[in-house]
């Protein structure tokens, strides 16, 4: 039986330029990842454009629909509200215990009776 050379017959430029620098062998897959990355930058941009521009178009409307019925806040008001009816409707009242709970404290865990 005839042998196989180790070297084939027909050697092309790029098999012998991968042989000698094989870091390069990986370049032709980066390249088509980083030019995919610039081509779908436009219509991602577009995309992000139209919902900015919805979200923009639904603000505007809902703020002039609010800012007639706005009122004025002022911190020092309510504080003064709230301070007013809580000193007069306050009153401390002592509330009835259910059976068997001490006035301090847990109830006393009874052990359970089984009967045979």
Do not use: C
């Amino acid at each position: 039986m005839p042998t196989f050379s180790s070297n084939p017959t027909r050697t092309s430029p790029l098999h012998s330029t991968l042989k000698r620098h094989p870091a390069l062998f990986g370049v032709p897959f980066v390249l088509i990842i980083v030019g995919a990355s610039f081509g779908l930058q436009s219509f991602t941009q577009t995309r992000y454009d139209l919902q900015d521009q919805k979200v923009k178009q639904f603000s505007n409307e809902q703020a002039l629909g609010l800012d007639r019925r706005k009122k004025k806040f002022d911190i020092r008001e309510e504080y003064y509200k709230l301070s007013a009816s809580t000193e007069e409707d306050w009153e401390p009242r002592r509330i009835a215990r259910p059976k068997g709970v001490p006035e301090w404290g847990v109830p006393p865990s009874e052990p359970s009776v089984s009967k045979s």
